[in-house]
């Protein structure tokens, strides 16, 4: 039976991919670089020109070398000015750039949000394959272990006719195929719809160190995180964390709505067992 629909929620798709927010970063590097060469550069103007006052009161004496020497002052002077005019140009060039990576038009923002509800309508039309493809390995288990029952019984009967021990049954063949089936496979596709779409129902805070960390994009999370910064995360992402990192703590308010950027938290994936058209994709509309 197919599950009613719900109103939409609000969208859990992250704002910025990993590559926009890393990009960001270097950006916001470079322009802290440029911003502590206008600052040298401005330090070393003052001093120049405290220089160059000296310079002018003792070059009134007529002295050749001090006015040579008041020239090449007042020339570093202008060259320092010249390079501070080209250091804010490229300043106010890296904060434009910046502003436009962390905040997109209404338009870019609606296409990024179009691209992910279609990311999310196949990840779910996917998870239905693999509920087809559990049901198909569940009963291809069964069918092997009747045939590895049907087995044991003809050694038996082998064994009443006075067969060796050794007698080739053709058992190994469909053992060892029984063996390589994995196991769990709906359980496991279910964990991973709801940790790429950022819906863990054992996420936790935790503290962020000095040297930052970089775990899997998802969905619902470019996965960039700055030293000091606080990733509510579920234990599947937090095994990505570097071990400095990796202590959980509880969480303040304040700190799940940093985290989560104050969104609604998605409802978690059934457990399955479910119809496999019940799953919701929650925030998503489904194109």
């Keep these: 039976m197919r599950a009613k629909k719900s109103k939409p929620r609000e969208p859990i798709g992250a704002p910025l991919s990993a590559k ?84 997109p038009t209404p338009a870019q923002a609606a296409q990024r949000r179009k691209h992910q509800a279609a990311l999310a309508a196949l990840a ?12 198909v390995l569940q009963h291809l288990r069964k069918l092997l272990q009747g045939r590895a029952t049907l087995t044991g019984k003809m050694q038996e009967v082998a064994g009443l006719l006075d067969f060796a021990a050794t007698v080739d049954l053709d058992a190994a063949r469909f053992a060892a195929l029984l063996d390589a089936l994995p196991a769990g ?4 596709s279910h964990d991973w719809l709801n940790t790429f779409f950022g819906q863990e129902n054992d996420k936790q805070c935790y503290s962020i160190g000095r040297t ?12 960039i995180y700055r030293s000091g ?11 990505f964390l570097p071990v400095e990192d990796a202590a959980a703590h509880v969480p303040s308010a304040a700190e799940v709505e940093l985290a989560a950027g104050n969104r609604l938290m998605p409802a978690a994936a059934p457990p399955p067992g479910q119809a496999d058209d019940d799953f919701p994709v929650s925030g998503f509309r489904v194109l």
């Design 20 to 103: 926009c927010v890393s990009k960001i970063g270097d950006l916001e590097g470079l322009r802290e670089k440029v911003r502590s060469q206008i600052v040298f550069c401005e330090r070393r103007i003052g001093e120049g020109k405290k220089v160059a006052e000296q310079q002018r009161k003792t070059a009134a004496g007529g002295s050749y070398v001090i006015q040579q020497a008041l020239s090449a002052t007042l020339a570093d002077i202008e060259e320092r000015e010249r390079l501070v005019k080209v250091y804010k140009d490229e300043e106010k060039s890296l904060s434009v750039e910046i502003e436009a990576l962390a905040h």
């Design 124 to 135: 779910v039309e996917r998870l239905r394959k693999d509920v087809a493809i559990d049901s």
């Design 185 to 188: 496979v709906l359980a496991q």
């Design 212 to 223: 930052g960390c970089t775990l899997p994009e998802t969905l619902a999370d470019a996965g």
């Design 229 to 239: 910064a606080v990733a509510f995360l579920g234990k599947q992402r937090a095994k």
